[in-house]
């Protein structure tokens, strides 16, 4: 990787201040590169590899219901390849990389069969074993409203209140972890898109509408949660020009206020303007700002099952602005901290983008996985789990480009009907800078900011 070298030249010793000068740049210098060393921005793509796990022996499907505990990823119902709907339930085991079906058991979904329903859990609270599952479509054109509680530690199901608004399908679904709140609004029905918004309170087991969603009604939106905010946006609106969205929204849970975010605009990696923070307005343009829909989404926080002060949200995979396949399995990250709010590229799972598939990440971890989706280019429904270490995004050493292989790959396997000599690599989405590199040393315009800084100070100190 690229490093700039610093040259001191000696100064005159015509004073004490003067002589202490090479000590200040050398402690500017340390202070300002290490000021952005675990920042996003200061990522290498390549230390972000997607390998292959054990294939989902449940077949291929889109749109399963996906939630994790610390220990096992679960999957719930989806559409197979004859176009039925499912009820069945499997449980997979990191530790092993093996599956079990709990269908055929006393764990087995008491709900009807469906597609386009969702479900979530905690991401860093490993205490809490609950996940809340419903909504989604069924046979003869049903759309359910109702609101489901599994024990992810015992295998036990409890049936909650129903949603009071109407049964919907691909609706967007926030757990609020610090609150206790589960946000759910937005999807499609029997009377077409919805902007209606409501929180569920676990504790109570009551549902409460919220002020509307802020634009037009949609279904299929990309959403994850990030402390007490929502995060909603982007999906399949009623419009007709654009009718794939890109805007982006936050609601505030404590204030109650929703609040419009810039458009989806994701930048390449390593882009930090002088104070270690991203610089949209000082390098290049943007990787893509192209509308997107019927993905999978989720959050990932620092923190090893405890509150964390740094929590990321990600939107993976899906469809592009024509509602079709994608050039690559597109992956970006959304960091809030950040002054601009930014979304920057990751390197895109394998293959080009899937139209519903579905994702876990084990609570209290950085591990996330990404499974099933419909190939529309290849005409092919999914079985294949892949996973991926986002630690990178948090870790200061590997922000830093310390300690990486470059020469790492991921597994050639895949599910059924995947390109076997796929590999991951430093390159991302469509258009990613593939020369991007991070380095421990400052960009140059830091380097030029903090020279003149060195010589504004030696001129005063000569005066004096």
Sequence with gaps: MTAFRYQHHRLPQQSRLVSTLPFLAVGLLL????????????????SLVWEARTEFPGGGRHHPITFANATHGFVLSGSIPDGSYTSDLWVYEAATDSWTDLSGTDSAFPGLPRSFGYGVAATSDCLNTKAYVGFGGGDDRARFADWWEFDMSTHNWKQLADFPGEGRKHPSMNFLEPIGEIHVGLGDGVSGNYKDYYSYNIENDEWKQLDDFPSRERHHPFYFAIGTESYVGLGHS???????ERDWYRYDALGGTWNQEEDFASYALGMLDAGGVTDVSRNSAPVTTEARVAGTQFSVAAGSCTTSDKT??????GDGDNHSTMETGEFHVFDPSDDNSIWHAL??????????PGSFVLQGSRQAYFLAGYDREQGILFSDLWTIDLQPLFDEDAASGKGFNENSESSSAS?????????????????????SESSSALPFGNIRDIVALIVAISSLALVL
């Design 415 to 435: 599910g059924k009907g995947f390109n076997e000599n796929s590999e991951s690599s430093s390159a991302s989405g469509k258009g990613f800078n593939e020369n």
């Design 31 to 46: 202070l300002c590169g290490g000021s952005g060393a675990n920042s996003i921005g200061n990522v290498n793509p390549e």
């Design 347 to 356: 390197p895109p799972h394998p293959g080009p983008s899937r139209w519903a």
């Design 312 to 317: 990321l949200g990600f939107v993976l995979s």
């Design 238 to 244: 009623s419009g007709s020009d654009p009718y794939i």
